[in-house]
């Protein structure tokens, strides 16, 4: 609920601080309430959009409940990975140590290419609703 909340909280940020005269403008040049929404706003909240989405991506792509609910005959990373280490089926612990490390890395992987895609988006929006701390 929380995570819902600070996404919202982040459109709304970012609405706020398009000026009205943009807006105004639309409709005194012929455009409608959905044309301007899809050719005004929606072209500007290209940051906010990704920054909604790469948090959001993140927050289920580490989230194991819903994995474990319904993936509860098939091994998936995400729910072997916390036992891989504490299993001791290896007999070398070195060999098990940098297995659960390869896995962490698999695990992290998608998130840190994703934030090196996006990075432009994402400073932008957050320079554009203010988000500090």
């Known amino acids: ?20 005269e943009l807006e105004e403008a639309a409709y005194m040049d012929g455009c409608g309430i959905l044309q301007t929404f899809y050719r005004v706003m929606l072209p500007n909240a290209i940051p906010a959009i990704v920054t909604v989405s790469l948090f959001s991506f993140v927050w289920m792509w580490n989230d194991n409940y819903y994995v474990s609910l319904l993936l509860t005959r098939i091994k998936v990373l995400s729910t072997m ?30 998130i840190i290419v994703l934030y090196v895609i996006l990075q432009r988006y994402f400073v932008e929006s957050v320079e554009r609703t203010g988000i500090v701390g």
């Open 1 to 20: 609920m929380k995570s819902t909340t600070r996404l919202i909280f982040i459109f709304r940020q970012f609405f706020r601080g398009i000026p009205k």
């Open 81 to 110: 990975l916390p036992t891989m280490w504490t299993a001791r089926q290896f007999e070398d612990g070195l060999y098990a140590y940098m297995i659960k490390n390869t896995g962490e890395l698999l695990f992290i992987a998608p």
